[in-house]
């Protein structure tokens, strides 16, 4: 399972960096996908990234604003966001996703073993 963190509360127009480290395993072995979820609505897919050298994913509402990085060294993938707009709250959860070794890209498919962590929560706000 993955912990994530860094979320906090920002201005619309404002940056955060979230972090996702794994707990007790190599991340670097792992595709992870970036999800987000607001009350009483399903978990909404944002980014992934692969083991590969494929281009990482981005869903179309954070496309250009948001960029998924690995440091395979800290086991830590990474979710910079600028640009953060209120429909960007929500609570941001890191899972391990599937891959392609044909394509070398991820897919916003959770692992069937991967569980749900607590989660960071961001409220972008003026």
């Known amino acids: 399972q993955f912990r994530e963190s860094g979320g906090g509360l920002v201005q619309p127009g404002g940056s955060l960096r979230l972090a996702c480290t794994a707990n007790?395993?190599?991340?670097?072995?792992?595709?992870v996908g970036w999800f987000r979820q607001v009350p009483g609505k399903e978990h909404e897919e944002i980014s992934c990234i692969s083991t590969y050298d494929g281009p990482p994913y981005y869903a179309n509402p954070v496309k250009g604003r948001f960029t998924i990085s690995r440091d395979d060294a800290k086991d830590t993938v990474y979710l910079q966001m600028s640009n953060l707009q209120p429909e960007d709250t929500a609570v941001y959860f890191c899972v391990v996703v599937s891959e392609s070794p044909l394509t070398e890209m991820c897919a916003m498919r959770r692992d069937i073993y991967a569980s749900w962590g607590q989660g960071t929560q961001v409220t972008v706000s003026s």
């Open positions: 007790g395993f190599s991340s670097k072995l792992y595709p």
